[in-house]
């Protein structure tokens, strides 16, 4: 079974910046992507920013050229780097790991239990 835990969320001012890591357990976190979802109150969960194992990125154009997504798979750690943080970059971040389940078979979600980002103005 894998486990994520996400760390490093808080109360910022509008401008500044904060680090948000997602560390797993097990083998398969690091040969699968990983991406990063947000929650804001009363929102729908959206993705924001992805990295496949080879560490290809891609993101959201809400946070394209703010926000940065890396990972360090000795570690077993995905980290988003976020600046310039916006009122509306105020939400819950979720980690998220997909692992594929075979050839047409689609692919199963793993998720941790979030942290919390405010971004007060």
């Known amino acids: 079974q894998v486990q994520l835990v996400e760390s490093g969320g808080g109360l910022v001012q509008a401008g500044e910046s904060l680090t948000l890591s997602c560390t797993g357990s097990g083998s398969i976190f690091s040969i699968n992507a990983v991406g990063w979802y947000r929650q804001a109150p009363g929102k729908q969960r959206e993705w924001v920013a992805f990295i496949t194992s080879g560490g290809s990125t891609n993101y959201a154009d809400s946070v394209k050229g703010r926000f940065t997504i890396s990972r360090d798979n000795v570690k077993n750690t995905v980290y988003l780097q976020m600046a310039s943080l916006k009122r509306e970059d105020t939400g819950v971040y979720y980690c998220?790991?997909?692992?594929?389940?075979?050839?047409?078979?689609?692919?199963?979600?793993?998720w941790g239990p979030g942290t919390q980002v405010t971004v007060s103005s």
């Open positions: 998220n790991l997909k692992v594929p389940q075979g050839p047409g078979r689609g692919w199963y979600d793993y």
